[in-house]
DNA sequence: CGCCCAGTTTACAACGTTGAATCGACTCAA
DNA sequence: TTGAGTCGATTCAACGTTGTAAACTGGGCG
């Protein structure tokens, strides 16, 4: 059994109270005395037992996040960010996979483990704004997404309109005329998706484009296979076009995939850019043009705002914060230095 | 504040020991008591205090997930897979990156917050099989990988040899010769690297092809860019070969880029085979054939393993469990079915 | 020589919960 | 009618910690 304070008191020979005192530094303890007390925490390996102290203290030391799933590489690497993040201030994170199910994410806001952390970093999928009221629990909680917009909770979001604006505008300085989309979702305005639909039309406004449906590929999910199923249906429609913009980077690799399958060349033929900068962009072939919206901003403002909130629940009104966010030209829009110049394998 | 059973109970009428009754199914409750109390948790919403109900209890019901990086994608999957075999259990996962570092390794297992939970789930990756007595911590672990063998926590681990050796038979059986291995690591025998390499060259020696170092690329991380610069370095030394075993996806990918862009076919010129299976090999161009290590029945056997010994802490000895695993064959070693036969787009 | 005060240590209560032991009332059999 | 037994509910202590307040120590000063 591990030890306790008691135990190193006895040890010690002083009270388990002078214990408690040495350890946090309580100013008045003898030198002789907080050297006998060491010793004996030494001796005995003894680490405070974290359970009781958030029992005594209220808080805990860990925050919760919760995400549709980690498999979702944007997820992952927004899960990586928000741990280093959390651990800069010695937080450590418990993740909830809502597996974007509405019960699911329901659930995450009342269950009572959430007590055990002390603040909800939560990115719903399922939910959306009709919901905001029933986006409160027993802990802080700051908001991630686009879904939700006028809660009463802060909310970190990413520059979705502007951002995907200035996507589709390096398209057109490129000399692109034919954007075509790739993952809109039917009818959405205020999500991810509808909002850099937005700043897409946005753009072509700006240059005096007329919208055209027809080179606009709807989805239901952002999965990885439906990036090619929408190219798919373009080219099925005889769509004509002479860029994409993925609405995320999975999408557009699905779309680059059944492009170059086509037989078009990627960016020869038809530029490509996505959007979220994952990291496995960088890997592609080609590399994926795409925009970074500020992954790591987005984790420590989130952490940053929650630890002020659990500091002082009721101080400020509900902010809404907005990341930097910056196109990142890669192959897919602006081409390669060159193609490989290697020996031939000699090999079959 | 949040209720609490002494609330609950001043509102029922009742002690508040009568409502921990209530909550924990004590058979001795009469019905209409019953009926009163839980009326009384509806109206004040009260949630059990699960900070409390640790201390008294002595466990948690969270586990500690350490692994070197989420943004990894074999382990942002793994993640995936542990949280989910947890969640079956009424488990909550709390995440530590180590970022395979041999300090925080050893931190993680130290750390007086490891106790916030019941049991870790270990994936070390700086540390190694000399390290095997460093392997303890105040809670049971169940550690995963192959770095360490023999200590005295529970191990859970894919077939790193026979799988490899079933994918380097993979390409064989397709008629390929002359194997080339990306991503060994140099002098390792007992890491992922060095399972997977003896598993290749046990494969080679059962049909009597003589190993070849020439054409064996070594790389110091499992990281994208490693795969596509151990590639290099195979055409740079104008290394001759038909097919391509990258010891994970990853490096698989890298490689498979690098061939494409030197005008390598795949798999006409070389067939290329990953091992891993991530989720994502199912979306490249081409689909990558690969192995599935067992990665859902490794989360749900580490978690069982570790629930037993929260259990009975000093019941079996350690024990070491191997999952199933299984070859993938895809386009990248079997090719496509067809080139897509879609209309040309006009644009550009 | 005794008192006061600063410095040091300690006793006690509390955080919210559960297990063990206790207590009262009621039923049933002798 | 009484004792045993059962059901139902309560009291008490404990998990390991920290905050509050009180108690002790010694030295300086009147």
Redesign the interface.
Same mark, same amino acid.
């Given at each position: 059994m591990?030890a306790t304070l008691h135990d190193v008191a006895r040890v010690a020979g002083v009270s388990f109270k002078t214990v408690s005192n040495v350890i946090n530094n309580h100013p008045h303890v003898r030198d002789t005395t907080r050297a006998k007390v060491e010793k004996a925490i030494a001796e005995l390996d003894y680490?405070?037992?974290?359970?009781?102290r958030?029992?005594r203290s209220g808080h805990?030391?860990?925050v919760t996040l919760a995400l549709p799933?980690?498999?979702l590489?944007y997820f992952?690497?927004l899960?990586?960010a928000v741990?280093?993040a959390a651990?800069k201030h010695g937080l450590?994170?418990?993740?909830?996979?809502t597996g974007a199910d509405r019960k699911r994410e329901l659930e995450v806001m009342a269950s009572?483990?959430l007590?055990?952390s002390d603040g909800l970093i939560f990115s719903p999928l399922a939910l959306g704004q009709e919901d905001a009221d029933l986006i409160k629990a027993?802990v802080p909680i700051v908001l991630l997404g686009e879904r939700i917009f006028g809660s009463t909770s802060d909310h970190v979001t990413m520059q979705n309109v502007p951002a995907a604006r200035a996507a589709t505008e390096h398209l057109l300085d490129l000399g692109?005329?034919?954007i075509a989309v790739v993952g809109a979702h039917e009818g959405e305005v205020i999500g991810s998706a509808g909002l850099r639909l937005r700043g897409y039309k946005e753009a072509l406004e700006g240059r005096g484009i007329p919208y055209d449906d027809g080179i606009v590929a709807y989805v239901v999910d952002w999965h990885?296979?439906n990036g090619?199923a929408a190219m798919?249906d373009?080219?099925?429609r005889?769509?004509? *076009?002479?860029?994409v913009f993925g609405l995320n980077d999975t999408l557009a690799?699905?779309a680059?995939?059944?492009l170059?399958?086509?037989? *078009?060349r990627v960016p020869g033929?038809?530029a490509v850019i996505g959007f979220d900068d994952l990291?496995?962009t960088?890997?592609?072939?080609p590399t994926l043009s795409t925009v970074d919206p500020g992954r790591s901003e987005i984790a420590e403002t989130a952490i940053r705002m929650l630890l002020e909130r659990i500091k002082e629940p009721a101080g400020t009104p509900p902010r809404e914060v907005e990341t930097a966010f910056r196109v990142v030209p890669r192959e897919s829009t602006v081409g390669?230095a060159a193609?490989?110049?290697?020996?031939s394998?000699?090999?079959?």
């Open positions: 591990a680490r405070p037992n974290l359970t009781a958030s029992l805990t030391g860990a799933q980690l498999s590489p992952a690497e899960a990586d741990i280093e651990a450590v994170v418990l993740i909830e996979q009572p483990r007590k055990m027993d692109r005329k034919r990885r296979s090619a798919h373009l080219l099925d005889g769509a004509s *076009f002479d860029a690799q699905g680059v995939r059944v170059q399958e086509a037989g *078009f033929d038809v990291d496995e960088r890997y592609t072939l390669s193609a490989g110049s290697h020996p394998p000699t090999g079959q």
